[in-house]
Nanobody, 126 residues
């Protein structure tokens, strides 16, 4: 099984930036769908941003469009989520997920992902 390692969370002030990274324990993310999801207390887990490494198709939730950017590194060893203009409402635990069998129409579907990393906390202070 693929093991994912998420990193990059932390505490930042309103308007600040953070970069989350998701790496596979072995191999690369060649021809994978990788997603960043978040889950607020009492709410369902939702997609924040996702990418198909096969063709570069991306998805962004409306709440993060224009502020967050998802990208793979050149070797497809990791996927990064650059988060700019962070807001207090972005405070939550973020999870990365991966799967080799996600069709593009399901890119933001939580149930479509087979492998999940540990969560990383992002806290934005006002």
């Amino acid at each position: 099984d693929v093991q994912l390692q998420a990193s990059g969370g932390g505490l930042v002030q309103d308007g600040g930036s953070l970069t989350l990274s998701c790496a596979a324990s072995e191999g690369t993310f060649d021809d994978y769908a990788i997603g960043w999801f978040r889950e607020a207390p009492g709410k369902v887990r939702e997609a924040v941003s996702c990418i198909s490494t096969a063709d570069g198709t991306t998805y962004y939730a409306d709440s993060v469009k224009g502020r967050f950017t998802i990208a793979t590194d050149d070797a497809k060893n990791a996927v990064h989520l650059q988060m700019n203009s962070l807001k207090p409402e972005d405070t939550v635990v973020y999870y990365c997920a991966a799967s080799r069998t996600v069709i593009l129409s399901n890119l933001r579907n939580v149930a479509a992902y087979a492998y999940w990393g540990q969560g990383t906390q992002v806290t934005v202070s006002s």
